[in-house]
């Protein structure tokens, strides 16, 4: 054996031995193994007396049918990269990945095998699809636009309501930017907004019109593990029918208080009415003017009180629409 072979045998046997890694060496032809390493024994739990000369189909959960093709695929190296599920000596099952290809060891060509242990990275990423598909559910059951996104903008989920107001699926606006769907100067004052968010980790919540329809838009901060805001998560809600609402309280208000003011000159109106009425004879000409004055007067009366009890909005069809049902609002017939 040369000089050169024999200090590359000696590293890698150093390599093998002090390694944290988890390593086998397995005849691919009877799937015995032939060596392991500290790390290995460690791992599944066995000593070496009793890991070497075992057969790899008693760690690996794999039928022999499939193992044997396994090995056949890594010896010829159509494969180096797997994943299988090991059993350790207590009998737990744990996930692993192995990289495992054909090397010479004593004149004999075996697999040399690395093995990671991904049970806790399989079990993490297990949990966040359940906790994804928890979100989704809980976003796609509120009537709220939801939007989640990264600090620049970049969308990581919403719910169907959301995609719907750009007439789009969450599937097609998942993975672009909010600047996608908003003109220039909405995106501008909305990134304005969440900058301010991730700095002051404080909650903003303003009004926003988008095709005629009024939004109540809040932007809640979502902190890391390291308490710094790495997403935004807005939520939009459509008041139109509330600022509708809103408006038509706010004339009914006014309405009322110009009604009370007309209250007074009113009363004084009929009063003198009805004392001019008491001067004028039956078979006055005048008389019927009066009269139609007086009713139309204490009709007038009859309207303004009811401005004054206003304690809902109701509406009643009419020609050209619905307009404001004054009886039923007031509830005074």
């Known amino acids: 054996m040369s000089s050169d072979r024999q200090k590359k045998n000696v590293i890698c046997e150093s390599l093998f031995k002090n390694s944290h890694a988890i390593m086998l060496i397995i005849d691919p032809e009877s799937g015995s193994i032939i060596d392991a390493n500290p790390a290995a024994l460690k791992f599944y739990q066995y000593s070496k007396k009793e890991l070497i000369g075992m057969n790899i189909s008693k760690i690996n959960t794999l039928s022999e049918q499939e193992l044997k093709q396994e090995m056949e695929n890594s010896k010829l190296e159509k494969r180096s990269y797997f994943n299988f599920h090991h059993r350790l000596k207590n009998g737990e099952i744990r996930d692993v990945e192995v990289y495992s290809g054909p090397v010479e060891f ?154 009370n003011e007309m209250t007074q000159p009113l009363q004084i109106i009929i009063g003198n009415l009805e004392l001019l009425k008491l001067n004028i004879k039956n078979d006055d000409p005048n008389r019927l003017f009066v009269n139609a004055m007086l009713s139309q007067a204490e009709r007038l009366g009859a309207i303004t009180k009811k401005l004054t009890h206003i304690t809902r909005y109701e509406t009643k069809k009419y020609t050209k629409g619905n307009i404001f049902d004054i009886n039923k609002s007031s509830g005074i017939k």
């Open 106 to 259: 004593n004149n004999q060509k075996v697999l040399y095998s690395i093995v990671h242990d991904i049970t806790e990275k399989n079990r993490a990423q297990d949990i966040l699809k359940k906790s994804e598909s928890t979100i989704r559910a809980m976003i796609n059951a509120t009537k709220s636009l939801v939007y989640l996104s990264d600090i620049e903008g970049n969308i990581i989920n919403l719910n169907t309501p959301g995609a719907l107001l750009f007439n789009n699926s969450p599937q097609e606006m998942i993975g672009k930017n909010l600047n996608a769907f908003f003109n220039e100067p909405d995106f501008s004052k909305l990134k304005l907004l969440m900058d301010e968010v991730t700095e002051t980790h404080n909650p903003i919540i303003y009004q926003k019109e988008h095709r005629k329809r009024h939004y109540e838009v809040t932007l809640y901060p979502v902190f890391n593990k390291s308490n710094q805001v790495d997403r935004i998560c807005v939520f939009a809600n459509d008041i139109t029918d509330l600022k509708t609402t809103e408006k038509v309280f706010a004339a009914i208000e006014t309405a009322g208080g110009i009604c």
